[in-house]
């Protein structure tokens, strides 16, 4: 029988399941529920977990509450049922129930002192030995977004993973770093898959060829070596750069390749640049390089990194204000994979901070991660925002956010619609500015300085208890650059 009360340590038994279940759920859902929840109480058996949001909580009950039972179970093996709960006080940063934001973070693999192990994330075997870097099956042809400049690549790509060894052999794509490519070739390894699920398909980088050959060769088993990566259906190789000056993986890549192309199997490579500009590589590796399909992959033009954007977004399960993302399109220009970053750092600290992404906030994000351009350049002025000098300034930003004008906010109309802008309003000027309540009332139709008090007492009381009053101001306060 259990007992009423199981007597847990709440924060280890919730670092032990997320360490279970982090494989099996989204990363970018796990940023978005899981890092404000904690375990609230288990008792007869009946394990409650507390999410900041009902967002969240309503999510786990729908989406993801059969996958994870088990893993549950494996930790708590007495439990018999679990509870998702509203427990707004979880957005809280400092909150006793809650795993630190570094524990979090190296749980679900975005760092932290201690990387935790993980079988067969980054190797898989295969039948008869061989290995290959498990493909990512969140890189899919049908979630690239190629735009206008990319669709010949992506169609290539589409004719290989229909029909393997036709005449894109070898299949050779190259571009600057961050565009997609390894999107693309992991996307053509799983559509070769889709397409031929017996067809032996192996995904690695140059440096891991590399490194297997040295292995083998330290081993003196080059025989095993060679008959495993030479009767493949498909060959996939990131990076070939890589191989630059390193004579004796470039020869036995030379004939691996050779073995391949002869008996009539795909190989797939991508490069830094196209063939004939790579230096030290030996000239007939270079030929055979361009003896099939050679495809450039183009920086994506401003429509296409937005349309990627808002596709990120609804992957996240986001909302985001049109002119944020925009932004993000307009100055981050020179790599797909850093435009990302930088939206899901923004995402990620706008949900530490409990606010959303705003421009302002978006541009220091860039300039703290950016280090090919200089973002120091960037004009916020550009997209109509203004740093904030007077009560006009502040009046024009709460106006915008909430939907109102400033006449309303200034009048003496008492709708609720407009009262709550208005005592935000005040609340700010007196934060930001921080101007007399006299002065703000001679501001606001000649209010009463009592008026004003008691309008910001509210806010401050407000903020308290409601996550959304809080998650206003927050956002406001970074549009107006605070």
């Not at 109480?41 to 949001?53: H, N, Q």
């Not at 030379?254 to 008996?263: A, I, R």
Request: proline letters at 4%.
């Amino acid at each position: 029988m259990l007992d009423s009360i199981q007597q847990i340590d709440k924060k280890a038994t919730w670092e032990a399941i997320l360490s279970k279940i982090f494989l099996l759920i989204d990363r970018s859902h796990l940023l978005t529920f899981f890092l404000n929840s904690a375990i609230l109480s288990y008792e007869d058996g009946i394990l409650k977990i507390g999410f900041a949001t009902i967002v969240g909580s309503d999510y786990m009950k729908t989406k993801y509450h059969s996958k994870i039972f088990p893993f549950v179970k494996e930790v708590l093996p007495d439990v018999v049922k679990i509870e998702y709960e509203l427990s707004a006080s979880l957005a809280e940063k400092d909150h006793p129930d809650k795993l630190p934001v570094d524990l979090f973070m190296t749980i679900i693999g975005s760092g932290g002192t201690k990387p935790r192990k993980v079988p067969n994330k980054q190797e898989v075997l295969l039948e008869g030995g061989m290995r290959s870097k498990m493909l990512n099956k969140r890189y899919t042809l049908q979630n690239f977004i190629p735009g206008n400049e990319n669709k010949l690549v992506h169609a290539a790509c589409l004719a290989v993973g229909a029909k393997p060894a036709g005449i894109y052999n070898p299949l050779y794509i190259y571009g600057d770093v961050g565009l997609g490519k390894t999107h693309l070739l992991q996307a053509t390894g799983q559509e070769i898959l889709k397409n031929f699920p017996r067809q032996r398909v192996v995904y690695m980088t140059a440096e891991n060829f590399v490194n297997k050959i040295v292995e083998a060769i330290g081993k003196k088993h080059t025989k095993p070596f060679k008959d495993e990566y030479r009767n493949l259906d498909c060959l996939i190789v990131d990076d070939i750069q890589f191989f630059a000056n390193r004579a004796t993986s470039e020869q036995e890549f030379f004939h691996t390749f050779n073995e391949l192309y002869d008996n009539g199997k795909q190989i797939i490579l991508s490069a830094d640049k196209p063939p004939r500009e790579l230096d030290g590589f030996d000239d007939r590796l270079k030929s055979r390089f361009g003896m099939g399909m050679l495809i450039e992959v183009q920086k994506p033009s401003f429509e296409t990194r937005l349309a990627i954007l808002k596709a990120k977004c609804g992957e996240y399960q986001v909302l985001i204000d049109p002119e944020v993302i925009e932004f993000i399109a307009f100055n981050v220009t020179h790599s797909v994979r850093e435009m990302i970053g930088v939206l899901v750092t923004a995402i990620g600290e706008a949900q530490l901070e409990n606010a959303t992404p705003t421009i302002r906030s978006v541009a220091q994000v860039i300039r703290k991660l950016s280090r090919d351009q200089d973002v120091g350049e960037i004009d916020l002025r550009d997209q109509n925002k203004t740093v904030v000098r007077d009560t006009e300034d502040v009046l024009d930003i709460v106006a915008k956010y909430f939907g109102s004008t400033k006449s309303e906010l200034i009048g003496l109309d008492r709708k609720k619609e407009i009262m709550i802008p208005r005592q935000v309003s005040m609340y700010l000027i007196r934060e930001i500015l921080n101007h007399s309540y006299e002065a703000i009332g001679e501001n606001f139709s000649g209010r009463n300085h009592t008026t004003v008090m008691h309008a910001c007492n509210k806010v401050v009381t407000q903020m308290k208890v409601d996550q959304k009053m809080q998650r206003d101001i927050n956002a406001l306060k970074k549009e107006l650059g605070f």
